[in-house]
Every structure is written in structure tokens, then in C-alpha cells.
């Protein structure tokens, strides 16, 4: 490792003042070296992939677990990392800036919030916004140049949701959120809708819609655009056609696995 925490974090918010940039999102240390290595610039982690890679389902890891994954992964790599933080494993919003702490503490260049209650359904707008507020209060304190992501997951259940969302993620920025966030928005101007909703505050879309391109995130004017589970899913989907043609007896699945030289060669590197 060549970079302080502190130069890391310098660089993350560096990336939020321009230009278009894929934040990938790795699930453990191996995977975040090798997007390290291929030449990526930032990096997000992923509840959902980290949950899977500890034989769990979303959200069913502790916040302890995640506060040990996020420092592993940020001791492992000269690149700033975006903490997937759920929704601050508390309800109440001191109890969100308690555990903001220490995320913080694990090196981290940014963190998102989500409005996701412990039901699985969404705070209310005015209760959400406290607890980003509360959020930021936190990071404010620490003296810590870190960014702080609002996050509202209402279009992943109702990709109709367009105009809730938007006020919320407005709300969020006035609250002192650094970037906003929306997953499950798809189309091209409802896109460009939720930039025009938050400028001139950086938008992070998740990439749902594969079909469209970094240039066409560009000219919509957003800022970063990650991938949260996908990657590991890919990962998985591989595997899990190889263990059922072992199941079959058969192993010609086993052909399409990366050379251990090419592995090797790019971990020796690391």
C-alpha cells in the first residue's frame, strides 16, 4: 500500500467534481485487487455480494461483519472505497451517526445510506431525511473527508415511483448529502429527470439497463455509475453452472475457468 487513507479519500472526491466514471463493486479482496489491477479508479462495495460470498442473503449480515469487511477490503487496495452501508443497521438517526463513526474508522472514502426500514419497506420522507441529516452531523464531526451517498430504494419495487423519488433525493441533498442515489431507474429521462432533480450535486445510477453505455451516462450527466451485486452474481452464475454439470458427472464446464497463470500473473502483481 503507497496511499494514506487520507490521500485516497482526496482522490474519491476529486472523481465527483467531473466527468463519468464506473464504480465497480467488488465482494471480497480478490475480487477488489483484480479491478484494481485492471486499472479502475475507485471502488464500492456490496451488501448483497458479500452477503452471498458468507453463505447468506442480503441484509443478513451484522453491522460488525460489514465494519470488518469494509476494513479488509480498504486495507487491500490503493483505491478509495465506497461503503455499501445498507441503512446504518439502526432506525433512530443518532444510532445511524453512532455506526457512521465507525465506518469511518475502517478507512473508507464514502459510505451510502439507504431510507430501507427494518421491514423492508421505506421510512417516510421527513424521518428519512433526519436520519441523513444525522449522517451528516456525523461526518462532519469526525473531521473525515468523507462522502455521504442518500440512497432511496423505492424504484426497485416500483420502477413507476419516479416523482416520490425525485423529492426524497431532492430532500436528501438539502440535508447535506454529497451524492444521491436512486437504484432501479432504467430510462434515459427519467435519468436525466433525477439529475435535473439534485443539480448540482453528483448522481450514482445503478447499472440495471445494460444497454445503455458510459458515454450515454455522460451526456444524461451523470456522475458515477456502479453495479452493486451484478458482478458477483456473473461470478456466481459460472460457478453454479459447473457445480450442476459435477452433479451430472460431466466437467466440461470446468474449460471456461480462467488460466491459474493469468490469476497468478495478475496477483503476483498486486
Do not use: C
Not at 454439470?245 to 502483481?269: D, I
Request: aromatic share 6%; hydrophobic share 45%.
Amino acid at each position: 500500500m503507497t496511499k494514506t487513507v487520507a490521500e485516497k479519500r482526496a482522490a474519491f472526491r476529486k472523481l465527483h467534481e467531473g466527468g463519468t466514471f464506473i464504480l465497480p463493486n467488488p465482494w471480497d479482496v480478490g475480487s477488489a485487487r483484480m479491478l484494481e489491477i485492471l486499472g479502475f479508479a475507485a471502488l464500492a462495495s456490496t451488501s448483497s455480494g458479500y452477503a452471498w460470498s458468507r453463505g447468506r442473503p442480503d441484509y443478513a449480515v451484522s453491522r460488525d461483519d460489514v465494519l470488518a469487511h469494509l476494513t479488509e477490503l480498504a486495507a487491500a487496495v490503493d483505491l478509495p472505497i465506497n461503503a455499501d452501508f445498507e441503512s446504518g443497521f439502526a432506525r433512530e438517526p443518532e444510532d445511524v451517526a453512532t455506526n457512521i463513526e465507525r465506518a469511518i474508522a475502517t478507512g473508507i472514502a464514502g459510505l451510502s445510506i439507504e431510507d430501507r426500514d427494518e421491514k423492508g419497506g421505506l421510512y417516510d420522507k421527513s424521518f428519512a431525511v433526519e436520519r441523513i441529516a444525522a449522517a451528516r452531523r456525523a461526518i462532519d464531526r469526525s473531521g473525515a473527508d468523507v462522502l455521504l451517498v442518500a440512497r432511496t430504494e423505492g424504484l426497485l419495487s416500483d420502477r413507476t415511483a419516479l416523482a416520490p423519488a425525485l423529492d426524497k433525493l431532492a430532500a436528501f441533498a438539502a440535508a447535506g448529502a454529497d451524492v444521491l442515489y436512486a437504484p432501479g431507474v432504467t430510462d434515459k429521462a427519467d435519468i436525466a429527470a433525477l439529475v435535473r432533480a439534485v443539480a448540482p450535486k453528483p448522481v450514482n445510477v445503478l447499472a440495471i439497463n445494460t444497454e445503455i453505455t458510459l458515454d450515454e451516462y455522460a451526456q444524461l450527466g451523470v456522475r458515477r455509475i456502479s453495479v452493486g451485486g451484478a458482478l458477483a452474481r456473473v461470478a456466481w452464475a459460472g460457478a453454479l453452472t459447473a457445480m450442476r454439470e459435477l452433479q451430472q458427472g460431466r466437467f466440461q464446464g470446468l474449460s471456461a475457468g480462467a488460466p491459474s497463470k493469468t490469476l497468478n500473473g495478475m496477483f503476483s502483481a498486486s
